[in-house]
């Protein structure tokens, strides 16, 4: 069983019976660059994702004194390595916070086999009581998972793995679940998310001006971030000849790897503004490309005094140096700052006379909202967003509950036509006891609190993650029993279908098989589930009722 990685061999030479053995049998196998018993691993040319600095592709265990310690942590960095090299360095990032509270308060600990339950309620209490460096605030409720959730799996991985850790580790679990997850803090905000959405006055300001931008790369990045919704290391990642027509429609291609274990390759739509500013970059950055044999649209040459010329690598890829200076691809982590930032001021955009914080994730909140309010479903938001659920995605969209709400009434009338894996169990449901007949919109909304149902833009679920029981869809609700969809629907999932077709020739051309397969299976489990027995109930019934 090998490593998922985006270089064109494994990330590392991991077998799973290497740790079925004495610690000091325990093979010294490759792992990136390095080797297991290495104490730092490196990972250059194996993460495919640009403006990273050289320590985000390195693991590294100098700081963990203890061998029986370090031992462990390398076992539970090896399985998080076969989740994706972002997952196991950010978790990684977290057991170092559990190691130096070792260090500090408990220094005698040489082993996690020492490790006791107050051990764990004192960690996560420390997490809890800490506060951020930048705001002296409580940690988010992003930042307390991040520092919690990583030790409370290498533990209990541990104890079904026979790691030097406790044998019974169940306490691990119960404390997490009272201390972390019970915590006021943790609980969901409210609100969708925190940000306010520019005025459509300022949003077309922004657009206008970026046309007239005398700087092509600005000008690029804002065009195609807020057309097509991508993400900032998308968009630097972006390669010429992207720009392509596939039934006369116009599509970019683009890599993601944001939610997905591996890079994927992704067609999304794009109209003129996209095409003529790709062709405009281009046509700029050639002589680059050519110099320095990359294929990458965000090129520029940085001038650095005293540089000599040779070839350096970095971000995985060759960067070409010259007597004039290095090309190299722009940095996403620098971007708000030396790009977004100086086109702000350079044309003066304001909201209540403040200059507006604006950075490149807005972008995809104002594609998202605007392209929702303009008629497209927040399903085909999702598929274009790369995202596993649709709750992420509404945090995109600005959708009001009252907009959602208001589907109820059509999606469960008494006579609708709806069709789902379950739908049978359902209609008797609702057939004997349909709770929202001859309800005012709020009643409906009270009886939805109450019964746990969530209305998605694609139909309802009956099994609202609120009960913290496993969903049986894995998060693609087309494949729970819990869900049923509308003929109202039926537009929303044949633009799915659409989608997944480009994906699924994508995969063929790329030999992705994996990723062939379980689209394949996706497209004809919605066309089987939902589409077919749609329109065949709409055309017994004469086609009486609109699929939109």
């Known amino acids: 069983m090998s490593l998922a990685t985006t270089a064109s061999i494994p990330i590392s030479d991991f077998e799973p019976q290497f740790f079925n053995s004495e610690p000091k049998s325990i093979p010294n196998f490759r792992v990136g660059n390095s080797h297991f018993g290495d104490d730092m691993w490196d990972f250059k040319g194996f993460h495919k994702e640009v403006g990273l600095s050289r320590g985000r592709y390195q693991i590294k265990f100098t700081s963990i004194e203890q061998p029986e310690i370090k031992l462990v942590y390398k076992q539970f960095m090896i399985l998080e390595l076969m989740k994706s090299y972002p997952t196991a360095k950010r978790n990684y990032d977290a057991l170092l916070s559990f190691n130096s509270y070792l260090k500090t308060n408990l220094p005698t600990i040489v082993s996690l086999s020492q490790v006791s339950r107050m051990i764990i309620v004192g960690y996560f209490q420390s997490v809890l009581d800490h506060t951020s460096a930048k705001t002296s605030e409580p940690l988010s409720r992003t930042g307390l998972f991040k ?48 940000k306010v959405m520019f005025e459509i006055e300022t949003i077309q300001r922004i657009i206008a001006c970026a046309l007239e931008d005398e700087d092509i790369y600005t000008k690029a990045g804002i065009i ?74 965000f ?25 004039e200076g290095v090309i190299k691809v722009f940095d996403k982590a620098n971007w708000n700052r030396d790009m977004l930032k100086p086109f702000v001021e ?161 995969a063929k051309t790329d030999g992705n098989l994996i990723w062939y397969e379980k689209q394949t299976k996706l497209r004809d489990s919605i066309v089987e589930t939902f589409i077919k027995p749609l329109e065949a109930e709409l055309k017994a019934r004469g086609g009486e009722e609109s699929c939109g």
Request: aromatic content about 6%.
């Open 299 to 323: 090129l520029y040459r940085a001038r650095k005094p005293g540089y000599k010329g040779e070839r350096q690598e970095r971000r995985g890829r060759w960067i070409k140096g010259s007597s």
């Open 224 to 297: 195609i971030q807020s057309q097509c919704g991508i993400r900032i290391n998308e968009l630097v990642d972006l390669e010429a000849g992207c720009i392509n027509k596939i039934d006369d429609d116009w599509v970019l291609e683009m890599w993601t790897r944001k939610t997905k274990k591996e890079p994927v390759r992704r067609l999304k739509p794009c109209n003129e503004l996209v095409v003529e500013v790709i062709k405009e970059l281009e046509r700029i950055t050639e002589p680059l490309r050519k110099e320095s044999g990359l294929p990458y649209l």
């Open 346 to 506: 350079r044309w003066d955009i304001r909201e209540k006379g403040e200059l507006i914080p604006l950075t490149s994730h807005f972008f995809r909140h104002i594609f998202a909202t605007w392209a929702h309010r303009n008629g497209m479903k927040i399903q085909s938001i999702l598929s274009m967003f790369d995202h596993t659920s649709l709750t992420m995605t509404e945090v995109y969209t600005h959708i009001s509950d009252e907009e959602m709400k208001s589907k109820m009434a059509e999606i469960l009338s008494e006579d609708a036509v709806i069709a789902g894996v379950s739908v049978g169990r359902i209609k008797e449901r609702l057939k004997n006891d349909n709770p929202f007949k001859g309800r005012t919109a709020e009643q409906i909304d009270l009886i939805m609190g109450a019964m746990r149902i969530k209305i998605m833009p694609n139909g309802v679920c009956f099994h609202h993650p609120a009960r913290r029981d496993p969903c049986a869809g894995e998060g693609e609700c087309v494949t729970c029993p819990n869900f049923v969809s509308a003929a109202i629907h039926l537009p929303v999932h044949k633009l799915r279908v659409r989608k997944l077709n480009l994906e699924i020739e994508a």
């Open 147 to 194: 520092l919690t959730q990583s030790v409370k799996d290498l533990f209990l991985e541990g104890s079904k793995a026979g790691w030097n850790v406790p044998r019974d580790t169940a306490y691990v679990q119960s404390v997490y679940s009272t201390m972390i997850e019970e915590s006021p803090r943790a609980k969901m905000p409210d609100k969708k998310t925190t």
